[in-house]
């Protein structure tokens, strides 16, 4: 069964700094992990996808990679903004009759103005 | 190409009443995905369907839910006889097809009195 962690559950940080978000996950048997911001009362935004035979992908300030052997995955963000503040949230997908989504619970992050 | 929409963005149903929630994916979107997110809690996996096709109901409860996506029109996830612990949000995904980015929508909120 797969399990996805992300690490820390709740992150701070000033205004301008870039910060590193984690995800770990235990099968790597994944077709593809795709990060999505979740603002409060809403639904999910997409951000990145990553395919399994990718190692990272680029959008914007954001920047996540991929490390399917160790079951890892990061989210960078550059010069951060208050507009960032937001849960964020990365899924893997499944792969072999196992396609769904699985979700970690999240990092909340706050940027401080 | 509008997104994913749900519809009704709230629901108020007493116990023992019948909600049904409706999902209309992405234009060309044959695969349909339903979550529940709890109060401060994660994304959890509900139901995934294909076009009048079940392909996993892994977290579906046994009892009282069910989930459809017929040829035509929306994709309908229904609860019967509600009680107070089916409050939540339920949210649907969409994607092209099994490996490729999935959106989601804004989210039912359903609220049981």
């Known amino acids: 069964k797969q399990e996805v962690t992300q690490i820390p559950a709740a992150l701070s940080v000033p205004e301008g700094e870039n910060l590193v978000l984690n995800c770990s996950f235990t099968?790597?048997?994944?077709?593809?992990l795709q990060w999505f911001r979740q603002d409060p009362g809403k639904g999910l935004t997409s951000l990145l996808l990553i395919q399994s035979s990718q190692r990272e992908q680029t959008s914007g300030r954001l920047n996540a990679s991929l490390d399917k052997s160790s079951g890892r995955s990061t989210l960078y963000i550059a010069a951060s903004q208050p507009g960032d503040s937001a849960t964020y949230l990365c899924a893997v997908r499944g792969n072999f009759g196992n396609e769904k989504l699985t979700f970690g619970t999240g990092t909340r992050l706050t940027i401080i103005p | 190409n509008a997104g994913v929409m749900q519809n009704p963005r709230h629901l108020v149903r007493r116990r023992g009443q019948e909600a049904r929630l409706r999902c209309s994916p992405m234009k060309g979107h044959s695969h349909v995905y339903w979550y529940r997110q709890l109060p401060e809690e994660g994304l959890k996996f509900m139901v995934y369907?294909?076009?009048?096709?079940?392909?996993?109901e892994s977290g579906m409860p046994k009892e009282r839910f069910s989930a459809e996506f017929p040829k035509e029109g929306p994709s309908i996830l229904r609860i019967q006889q509600v009680v107070r612990g089916d409050s939540a949000a339920y949210f649907c995904?969409?994607?092209?097809?099994?490996?490729?980015?999935?959106?989601f929508g804004q989210g039912t909120r359903l609220t049981v009195v």
């Open positions: 369907l294909q076009k009048e096709n079940i392909i996993d």
């Open positions: 995904a969409s994607s092209l097809n099994k490996n490729t980015e999935a959106f």
């Open positions: 099968d790597s048997a994944i077709y593809n």
